[in-house]
């Protein structure tokens, strides 16, 4: 729910169409980041090394269980620890590297665009500066470009990072035992259509608040540009009861937004819960008949954690992610504006005398 | 010079040291807003501690289901009623969950809008001098963005550290009984990641507090580069603007990349450290627990198990204060940014025993008035005048001169620093700030409508006037059959979503708007000099209408509004050069024939001339 409401970005811009595909706006910025190539190479083969490794740490758990501890096999540690010690250490410097890198790469191409967009605006016609327009011209380079900002430092990563944890988390609990993981995932769908279900709520409601909160916007600044008018006639009184007013407003229908997304993350959990009991419901009848082993059924408790998390955090990024396209696009329509008057070349400029 | 090298230096100067103690100050006056809601606090505490009691539910029962279950020996009859309490913790926990976060999210818009709205009344006290040197889009976006930031931090920070506390009381609390010996081992770690945690946080906020200032500023001058985008392309300045930006930019980019360095270093730094503690526990259980050869005990194996996934589960609430703390890095900037505004003094306020008085005739008396934006650098220095009630006065000065700022002390926009104003013998200090401006009235120099209809600006100092008022006043400046003349008469909405009306129409609708009170005393800024000559000749009728019976203070930058002048007042950096009506001025051969002779006789005065006979 992080994108940034900006102080100029008017409703009509916050409703407008995209009509750019995603596919084509992902390629140009992907033609900025090509200048950080390595940057880009190290930080995404970090991204993708350090959710794997990250999932290994259940598996040696259902090890040291079910090899070591359990049968009093205490020689397993020689190789054990140093393992995990290993798979530990790597985990923290793929996540060290993947955050290093990324964010390099998100700064630096944030960084471009922005030079461009300023570049740009020096020669576009000045008809674009006329009164109206200004503000949505300023809120490109600043509020756009943040929230892209926003979306490479954060979005980027988590995306890469829970895509490959739900893939890793998968296999790895196919691999352990098929008919345990057809009943773990039978939950899945539940939790997705209701995460999707209540997005849709969820950005309708979000929607709202970005008219309320642009209309607080509105008057604010309509009340400071005419905060002289105001005090030379002592009406700051009547002034502050219309803007409590738009707060007010503003403030409902933010409350009926949150209402929805707080739903969110407590249903998740709790459906997962569903999920673990169904997991101990069949794996406990599994361990007794010996088809799997103990340390087994508490790495596919584990699992089912290691890929739930993501898969909802993967849902809610999805405003992010339009959000961040929507930004990407418009600041691409400054780019790309044509201009009208340019110079013209020095052999045909001409003195005045 | 460089165009943005003032905003080079600022970002240049940026010192890291400050922001910790900035920060905890911020934190406390944060923790300010809250008390008014003590009943939520109260009540996310309560549904936090019962939260993390329903969380750990599950892998205590798990392991009850290993240790009994399972056995041996084994008893599958246990499974359902284990099963059931799992379920039943996991529909507890997500009602108490949300109930918890929906009450944290509430309460954080009562205090965001709290915070907004001290910010706003602060505003609205704030004196001409703080506006002259702030600009609407920084003002505005200080309530918006940066205020979003706090809101951001105020949606999770409460349930997001208490989560983490009673975690870890709580899952201490069931294994200590377990192994007093294998708690102290898992809990072994905490102080270090304690440490990485404070670290991180001590490291990076600094820098973070650096950009977010340098951020504010780049804005804004993104911000006036648009606005003045013709000014600059008049003086070829194009390549200056956006070499200073990229500097800029660049120190910005350096900066959020150290700040990342540092934290891709700590942040996953913690769970980490958890999981080698899990390391520890396994080793120490594994050769401790049980006969040496022999395998171990099921109830062992679930203690283990247990002790092993509570560990796990708490890397979550780990993770989670690191993110907050993170959000409370942006928040602070942003709350740092809005306290800073309200926080500024007031300038002008009332005076402790001020009260209504009410303005009966109109005379006004200036006395040693000393005035100055910046200390010891006077604008005006020891004007002195009288001005008897009715008078028309007409104030001439080349620009700097404090033609404005004399005419602003009036209605205390401004303090004076020394001497005194008095109207009917009595010190404007004296009077409410309320009373004072609403018997006075002002034509600012800057004509400024609100949106709305023509109506209520006209009757904007006087919300209760009655539409003969309104046109009374509308008539007194001229504009009434303009209005008359518009489809929607007095109805029609201006502004925004409304007409557009012409600069020299603008400045009679707030003539209009001055009169409509009938005030004793009129101030007028008339500084709109480049309009042709039907409206000058409108907007000069208009002037004569209303100062006809109130005492008027007029800029003036007509010669026929010069001309029917009662006296004139001309100023010379600072100070009265000279007062006297037009005949008296003229015959002393001094700045005021010269000025008369070369800037309005010779140029302009057939058509000033024509105009004033109307």
């Known amino acids: 729910m992080s994108s940034s409401y900006g102080t100029f970005s008017t409703r009509q811009e916050e409703r407008r169409k995209r009509t750019v595909p995603d596919r084509v706006l992902i ?210 009184k009547e002034a502050e009861e219309k803007f409590s007013k738009s707060q007010h407003e503003n403030v409902k229908a933010t409350i009926r937004a949150i209402l929805i997304s707080s739903s969110y993350t407590p249903f998740v959990i709790g459906l997962r819960l569903v999920g673990t009991m169904i997991i101990l419901f069949y794996g406990v009848n599994a361990v007794l008949t010996g088809t799997i082993t103990l340390g087994v059924l508490v790495a596919f408790t584990e699992y089912q954690f290691a890929y739930f998390m993501p898969l909802v955090d993967l849902v809610t990024m999805y405003d992010q992610y339009q959000s961040a396209m929507s930004a990407i696009e418009r600041m691409f329509d400054l780019i790309d504006t044509k201009v009208e008057i340019s110079d013209a070349p020095p052999e045909r400029s001409v003195a005045i005398q | 010079m460089s165009i943005a090298k003032p905003l080079l230096d600022y970002a240049k100067s940026l010192r890291p040291q400050k922001g910790l103690t900035q920060s905890v100050s911020a934190f406390k006056r944060l923790m300010k807003y809250h008390r008014k809601y003590s009943s ?177 500023r780049l804005t804004s001058y993104i911000q006036q580069n648009i606005i003045g985008m013709k000014t600059i392309r008049i003086f070829r300045r194009e390549k200056d603007v956006v070499d200073g930006f990229k500097e800029v930019e660049s120190i910005y980019v350096n900066t959020a990349i150290s700040a990342g360095k540092i934290q891709s270093k700590y942040m996953p730094l913690g769970p980490s450290i958890l999981t080698l503690g899990i390391v520890l526990v396994y080793v120490y259980a594994g050769y401790t627990l049980g006969i040496p050869g022999s395998a171990l005990a099921v109830a062992q194996v679930g203690n283990i198990i247990l002790f092993a996934r509570y560990m796990m589960r708490l890397t979550f609430p780990i993770r989670d204060v690191s993110q907050t703390l993170g959000t409370w890095i942006a928040a602070y900037a942003g709350l740092e940014r809005v306290l800073e505004i309200t926080d500024a003094p007031r300038n002008v306020e009332d005076l402790p025993n001020a009260r209504d008085i009410k303005i009966e005739k109109g005379k006004l008396e200036l006395e040693n008035v000393t005035f100055g934006y910046v ?26 001169s404090g033609k404005s ?129 039907k409206t000058e000749q409108e907007i000069q009728s208009a002037i004569e209408e209303a100062a006809k019976t109130r005492t008027t203070l007029i800029i003036a930058q007509r010669f026929s509004t010069i001309k029917t002048a009662d006296k004139i007042l001309v100023l010379e950096s600072g100070s009265v050069a000279e007062f006297g009506t037009h005949e008296e001025l003229l015959a002393k051969s001094g700045v005021y024939k010269r000025v008369y002779e070369t800037q309005f006789v010779q140029k302009t005065s057939p058509v000033l001339e024509k105009a004033g006979d109307v």
């Open chain 1, 27 to 236: 390629r140009r910025v992907y033609n900025y980041a090509k200048a950080h190539k390595r940057n880009l190479a190290i930080g995404l083969s970090a991204t993708v090394a350090g959710a794997i490794s990250g999932l290994g740490s259940p598996y040696m758990h259902a090890i040291a269980i079910d090899r070591i501890i359990s049968p009093k096999n205490l020689s397993g540690f020689i190789w054990w620890i140093p393992l995990f010690v290993v798979i530990i250490l790597g985990n923290y410097l793929f996540q060290y590297i993947q955050t290093y890198q990324m964010r390099i790469v998100g700064e630096k191409v944030v960084a471009k665009m922005r030079d461009d967009m300023m570049e740009k605006l020096q020669v576009i016609s000045l008809r674009y500066f006329s009164e109206g327009e200004a503000g949505r011209i300023i809120s490109r380079p600043t509020n756009d470009a943040n929230t892209v900002r926003i979306f490479l430092r954060v979005g980027l990563t988590s995306i890469l990072v829970d895509v490959s944890s739900i893939l890793g988390a998968f296999a790895i609990m196919f691999y352990l035992d098929l008919r345990l993981s057809l009943l773990a995932i039978t939950v899945l769908p539940v939790a997705i259509v209701l995460v999707w279900f209540l997005g849709r709520f969820s950005r309708a409601a979000y929607r709202r608040t970005l008219v309320t909160t642009s209309g607080l916007t509105a008057r604010m600044q309509e009340d400071l540009a005419g905060i002289k008018v105001t005090q030379a006639y002592a009406r700051e």
């Open chain 2, 40 to 216: 939520f606090v109260v009540v996310i505490v309560v549904l936090a501690v019962l939260r993390s009691i329903l969380f750990s539910i599950e892998p205590l029962y798990t392991t009850f289901i290993i240790i009994n279950v399972i056995g041996p020996p084994s008893n599958t009859s246990l499974l359902g009623g284990y099963l059931l309490v799992i379920i039943l913790a996991g529909i507890g926990f997500t009602i108490t969950n949300f109930v918890l976060l929906f009450t944290q999210g509430v309460m954080s818009q009562y205090i965001v809008r709290d915070i907004r709205t001290d910010y706003y009344r602060s505003l609205q006290g704030k004196s001409f001098s703080f506006y002259d040197s702030m600009a609407v889009g920084d003002l505005t976006s200080r309530a918006t963005v940066d205020l979003q930031l706090v809101d951001m931090f105020l949606r999770t920070w409460l349930g997001t550290v208490l989560n983490a506390v009673f975690t870890a009381i709580i899952i201490v609390a069931i294994i200590l009984p377990i192994s007093p010996t294998m708690t102290l081992i898992a809990m072994a770690t905490m102080p270090l990641i304690f440490y990485v945690t404070t670290r991180l946080w001590i490291d990076t906020m600094p820098l973070f507090r650096n950009m977010q200032l340098i951020i504010g």
């Open chain 2, 375 to 400: 200390k010891d650098r006077p604008v005006l220095d020891n004007v002195t005048f009288t001005v008897e009630p009715g008078e028309k006065i007409a104030i001439l000065g080349a620009t700097g």
């Open chain 2, 405 to 533: 700022s004399l005419i602003y002390l009036i209605p205390r926009f401004y303090n004076i620093q020394q001497g005194s104003i008095k109207i009917d013998g009595k010190d404007v200090r004296e009077f409410k700030l309320a009373s004072l401006r609403k018997q006075i009235g002002v034509v600012l120099q800057d004509v400024f409508l609100f949106s709305g209809t023509l109506k209520e600006n006209i009757a904007f100092g006087k919300p209760d006037a009655s539409i003969d008022e309104i046109v009374q006043a509308a008539k007194l400046a001229r504009i009434h059959e303009f209005i008359e003349s518009l489809p929607t008469g007095y109805d029609t909405a201006v502004g925004e979503r409304g007409i557009t009306l012409s600069g020299g129409q603008k400045q009679r609708i707030t003539i209009a708007r001055a009169l409509v009170s009938n005030p004793r005393i009129l101030i007028m800024d008339d500084s709109l000099s480049f309009v042709d000559a």
